[in-house]
Every structure is written in C-alpha cells, then in structure tokens.
C-alpha cells in the first residue's frame, strides 16, 4: 500500500513555522510584511485561488492588498499599478493571478515585477539564478514539490527521477531543482515517444502534464515515489464534477508513496508563497 503524502498537513506546518518568523522578524524590524494581490476580471476559478492565498496571508501574519481590477483595463493600465507597487517600499511582494485576459501579454507584466518582490518566482531574473543554481525565489508550485519528495526521500544523489511537462511553472524549474540535488533528470511530456517505458525507470515521478489519469499503474515501478501536480475537473457521473490529478490514483498501491489530488500539492503551493513573501520583505532590509 503506498503512503499516503499529506500536503495539507504539511502545509499547515509550513504557515504556522513562518507565522512565528514573521512575529519574530515584525520585532526586529517593526515591519510587516505586505502582499499585494492583483486579480484581472472575475475568472471564477482564480477568485477561490486569491482566496485561499488571502486567507493562508492572514494565518501567517502577512498583510495583505488585494487590486481588483476590471477585464477591461489595459496592459498599459496594469504595468502602471504593477510601477507603482514597485516603488511603494511598504509592499513587500507582488502576485498577478493568471490567467490574464486576452489582450494583455502575461510575460511583459510579470517581467515588469522586480525581481526582489517576485514572489511568484517567475521573473527572468529569478528564472535564472535557479538555472545556475545561485540565490533565487523559487516558483512555489516546484518548491512544494521538493519538501513533498524531502519527506520520504531526504538523499536524492544518484536517483532517477522523470519529470513530466515541460511548463515554465513547473516542469522547467522542478527539473532545475532536482538536477541541484545530483538526481538524474529526464524531462518528458505528452509527446515523448515510448513515455511509460521512460516512467518505469524512474525512482521518482513529478507529473504536471494537465491530463487527467495520464500515468497508470503499469507506467509506475514499485516502490517509486510519485508527485501528482495535475488538477483537473472532470465528470463524476452524477451530474456533478470532482477534482482528479493526473495520475490514475487507484492504480498506483505499489508506489511506495504518492500525493493525492486534492490535497497533495495545492496546499503547499500556498504555504510557500508564504515562505516567498517573508522571504522578499527579509531581501528588502
């Protein structure tokens, strides 16, 4: 029976360890640190996401601005508020939730973050300090990723790991981390030929391919540990939906441990753009 990964749990742990550092850090300096959270329009599925972070930001003892912003507004318009959240030195991190409407380019605003608030961890500049491996904040989907994989493999020297997507938000930046601790990285997606051979001989498997049930059991060696990023809604049969990831769960009892979807990687995505932010407020002093 494969163990069970609890991100939730892990991420409440995460929130409550940074609350203290926060507490600490406000004694220090006399400073809180601030988020500030832009949501474009009133896509239903990042208001829950900006939820959650506001709420998780309140736990942690970070304050945070939430920027309401019409679909209508212009990328002239957003770069201007993203300017001006630049230079306010009370604002300690900036997060634009994606997507963004169609007409503005999601690279040119985040490319105008600077790159100390960049909590997101997707601005160029950050990109590639992790590429070369030098101080950078880190996207938090990948860093979750890690503390999930830490927690039942603490030496990754020598293990084979298969990353699957190649997304800028994950799958590029999970690779870079992995290689980082000496595992042996190979990068796939969902037009990899011979895909399940290349799965069966890893040690460690972190699948964000958006496919729901991509990875069966057969693709999966026993005894590897698996990292299901994958949110999906699909039919439940019922009239209704449910969130699945993209491994077939059932299927995968002789992994020696797994993430379940929901509950795995979702919490801890948040937890570290808790991490991020106090991070970012402590680079500003």
Same mark, same amino acid.
């Given at each position: 029976?494969? +163990? ?8 409440? #742990? =995460? ?18 640190? $601030? ?5 474009? @329009?009133?896509? *239903? ?15 942690? @003892? ?33 997060? !634009? ?12 605003? /985040?490319?105008? =973050? ?9 601005? &160029? ?13 880190? *996207?938090? $989907? ?36 992995? /290689?980082?601790?000496?595992? $042996? ?5 969902? #037009?990899?030929?011979? /895909? ?15 496919? &729901? ?8 060696? &026993? ?10 809604? =699909? ?6 939906? #449910? !969130? ?11 992994? +020696?441990? =797994? $993430? ?21 407020? #402590?680079?500003?002093?």
């Amino acid at each position: 029976m494969a +163990a069970i990964i609890d991100g939730k749990a892990m991420a409440a #742990r =995460i929130v409550q360890d940074t609350a203290d550092q926060i507490a600490a850090f406000r004694e220090d300096t006399g400073v809180q640190p $601030t988020l500030a959270v832009i949501l474009v @329009g009133h896509d *239903p599925a990042s208001e829950v996401y900006v939820r959650r972070k506001l709420a998780a930001s309140a736990k942690a @003892g970070i304050r945070s601005v939430k920027h309401d912003i019409p679909a209508d507004t212009s990328e002239a318009d957003l770069l201007a508020l993203v300017d001006r959240l630049n230079a306010d030195r009370n604002v300690h991190g900036i997060l !634009i939730q994606l997507p963004l409407p169609r007409h503005i380019d999601p690279a040119v605003v /985040l490319d105008r =973050i600077d790159p100390l608030k960049d909590v997101d961890g997707f601005h &160029p500049v950050n990109v590639g300090r992790l590429s070369i491996g030098t101080d950078a904040l880190v *996207p938090c $989907t990948p860093l979750g990723c890690m503390m999930l994989i830490d927690s039942v493999v603490p030496d990754l020297a020598g293990k084979k790991a298969v990353v699957i997507g190649k997304s800028n938000i994950v799958g590029k930046p999970v690779a870079l981390l992995l /290689l980082e601790r000496e595992a $042996t990285v190979t990068v796939t997606h969902i #037009r990899t030929v011979n /895909l399940p051979d290349i799965v069966r001989s890893a040690d460690i498997v972190v699948v964000a391919a958006g496919v &729901p049930g991509l990875v069966r059991g057969d693709w999966v060696k &026993p005894g590897a540990v698996v990292i299901d990023v994958g949110i999906n809604r =699909i039919d439940d049969g019922q009239g209704g939906s #449910r !969130i699945v990831g993209d491994c077939a769960f059932d299927e995968l009892d002789h992994a +020696a441990a =797994i $993430t379940p979807v929901p509950g795995g990687v979702g919490p801890m995505t948040v937890a570290c753009l808790m991490a991020n932010t106090l991070r970012a407020a #402590r680079s500003q002093f």
